[in-house]
């Protein structure tokens, strides 16, 4: 089966801005020799910490930064023009009531896609109720303005414009951000039933690990601009075998008042990418870090199980894990 | 929208300030549109045995050292200053407006040669360059608002492509490229209206500004040509006889001071009416 969409080896740089008129800037890599693909119909999740590069990657697949080297395929064809590929995919932003345009009518708003592509629809109006009733608005929120509505009527409006020219692929950048849990749930059941009616795929960006345990298939975790474990969801949950993964996953809050937190292996703050560390580039925070893994940059190696990870010295390789793989004795039983 | 207007201008006068910065504003449009219709005299119209009168009932205002109305020419006057700031500031803050959208939304060269084109602008000093333009093309209206809009084009556009960048970046913005938007509809739909607001409030502050600037190089004598009447020349005509006749000076200064006072009262009402995160905070 071929995947929906695909990128291979994709870099982005930015550029840092000094010098007279702009000239003696200098490059940053914000993303290096990133792959990934999303088969139709699935979920992939894209996690990681914050400036991990996740958003740039949701970006960048879309062509919304350019990218420095790499490949995008979409269905099968290498993307030449990124209209076409906009017309087949939709994105939704952080933010749900920034990403709509302050002053234009929701109903406008919603129904924008079909003008831009220039696709026929019975009159503005109707399609804008369409698209309301099925994220489960009433209609008269075609006349309301992005300020007036709350922050999960906003994303239901995202959702809602998002799937107007019912795309094969929608990318969320954190879809419940900023909201209440309650409304948080509501938004992941909404997308969970579209995707099964519409036969959506969805790259899911997000750093909220419960969340996308749930509903991905499976998982990118991101690390400084680069993949370090990418594998079926519930198989990564279950081992993980990169160590940013496994303390990832650790440092994740639980409900439950009389678990006690345990320490985590991991410690500090991420690198900057300004100074970037040699060698692997966890090996900075990594408990099991050694002396190979300060000089020699490990490649993204496919795994057993369809799984492919990123490290000199995977945990977990052997079935069932070892606990003591997560450097702390009393780790949680995954 | 006629009822977004609408809405703004009540919210305008629910400020005291603001309400008599429009009404100010109403008075001083409205002898500018009506002048011929309101004032008892011919402006230009000579009497020399009736010169450098005082107020009195054939001449509410009185009459300067040619004998003309001094009341009718202030109102004309207000046509002239108005004209100007109209002219000039329209003029300014279009060609800022296209230039700061383009510097903003533009690729980094050309933001950085426009950067460079409006930090030369605002560099020079604003009475030498008018002194300088206007002994090149000699004085007259076209000379004042070909200086005026000039000088005001790089206020208008770092307002612009301030406002322009902030916005590229922003999610809205984001969303359409991501939906495919071409640049026409992204640039007319999406981000002129959002750019638009902060740039009237703007040029409502500045006519103030431009009307006394009018004032001044017309006093100095660079600015409106004689026949023509104006607050400036009015000013300096009763600079002249100003211990004789000081009621010419006072006659003058007066519409000066309820134009700028009105344009700046009703300016900064707008800001507050406009400014989302003030709104209602006014209303109490």
Not at chain 1, 191 to 211: C, D, G
Not at chain 1, 212 to 224: F, Q, W
Not at chain 1, 229 to 236: D, I, Q
Request: proline content about 7%; hydrophobic content about 45%.
């Amino acid at each position: 089966m071929t995947p929906l969409i695909e990128a291979e080896g994709l870099a982005v740089n930015f550029r840092a801005p000094g010098g007279f008129l702009g000239l003696g800037h200098h490059r940053l890599a914000i993303l290096e020799d990133v792959s990934v693909s999303v088969r139709p119909g699935k979920t992939l999740g894209l996690v990681g910490e914050s400036g991990s590069g996740k958003t740039t990657l949701a970006r960048a697949l879309l062509g919304l930064v350019s990218r420095a080297r790499g490949e995008i395929r979409f269905e099968g064809r290498p993307v030449d023009s990124f209209r076409r590929l906009r017309r087949k995919t939709a994105m939704m932003f952080q933010d749900p009531i920034a990403s709509l345009s302050p002053r234009l009518a929701i109903g406008s708003a919603i129904t924008e896609p079909f003008l831009i592509h220039g696709v026929a629809m019975t009159s503005r109006r109707a399609a804008a109720e369409e698209l309301l009733a099925l994220v489960g608005l009433p209609k008269e929120f075609a006349s309301r303005y992005p300020h007036e509505l709350s922050g999960g009527q906003a994303r239901r409006a995202g959702v809602a414009r998002a799937l107007a020219l019912r795309p094969a692929l929608v990318i969320a950048d954190e879809p419940t951000a900023g909201l209440d849990v309650s409304i948080q749930g509501e938004i992941l059941n909404l997308m969970t039933r579209l995707k099964a009616e519409l036969s959506l795929s969805y790259i899911i960006v997000t750093h909220n690990l419960a969340m996308i345990r749930h509903v991905s298939d499976r998982i990118a975790i991101m690390y400084l601009g680069r993949i370090v474990e990418e594998g079926p969801t519930a198989e990564v949950f279950a081992g993980a075998r990169h160590p940013y993964t496994a303390s990832l996953i650790a440092s994740e809050p639980i409900p439950d008042p009389r678990r006690r937190r345990q320490s985590l292996a991991i410690t500090g703050e991420v690198p900057s990418i300004l100074r970037r560390p040699s060698g692997c580039e966890f090996h900075t925070r990594c408990p099991h870090a050694q002396a190979r893994c300060r000089s020699e940059a490990p490649s993204l190696t496919k795994s057993t199980g369809g799984r492919s990870v990123r490290c000199h010295f995977p945990l977990n390789e052997r079935f069932p894990p070892k606990l003591s793989d997560f450097g702390d004795k009393e780790t949680r039983q995954l | 929208m006629p009822s977004g207007v609408l809405e703004i201008l009540k919210r305008v006068t629910r400020d005291p300030l603001g309400l008599l910065g429009l009404v100010l504003v109403v008075i001083v449009i409205g002898a500018a549109l009506f002048a011929d219709a309101i004032s008892p005299y011919d402006p230009a119209r000579i009497d020399v045995l009736n010169k450098l009168q005082g107020p009195s009932a054939a001449h509410w205002l009185g009459t300067d050292q040619l004998g003309r109305d001094t009341l009718s020419r202030i109102i004309h006057g207000a046509r002239v200053a108005m004209g100007i700031a109209v002219f000039s500031i329209g003029i300014g803050a279009f060609i800022g407006l296209i230039l700061g959208i383009l510097a903003g939304y533009g690729p980094r060269w050309l933001d950085a040669v426009l950067i460079f084109f409006f930090d030369s602008l605002s560099a020079i000093p604003l009475i030498l360059f008018a002194l300088t333009v206007i002994v090149i093309l000699g004085p007259g209206t076209g000379t004042l608002i070909f200086v005026i809009a000039l000088i005001s084009i790089p206020v208008y556009g770092r307002l612009v492509r301030a406002q322009t960048l902030s916005l590229r970046r922003s999610e809205f913005i984001l969303a359409e490229q991501s939906m495919g938007a071409s640049l026409p509809r992204i640039v007319g739909i999406h981000l002129l209206p959002n750019v638009l607001g902060p740039l009237v409030i703007l040029v409502s502050m500045d006519i103030p500004t431009v009307v006394a600037l009018e004032a001044a190089l017309s006093y100095l004598g660079l600015g409106v040509k004689p026949p023509t009447p104006s607050w400036g020349t009015i000013l300096n005509d009763g600079y002249v006889s100003l211990r004789t006749n000081p009621s010419l000076v006072i006659a003058a200064g007066i519409p000066l001071v309820i134009a700028t006072l009105g344009f700046t009262f009703f300016g900064e009402a707008l800001r507050d009416a406009l400014d989302p995160k003030l709104k209602g905070r006014r209303a109490s």
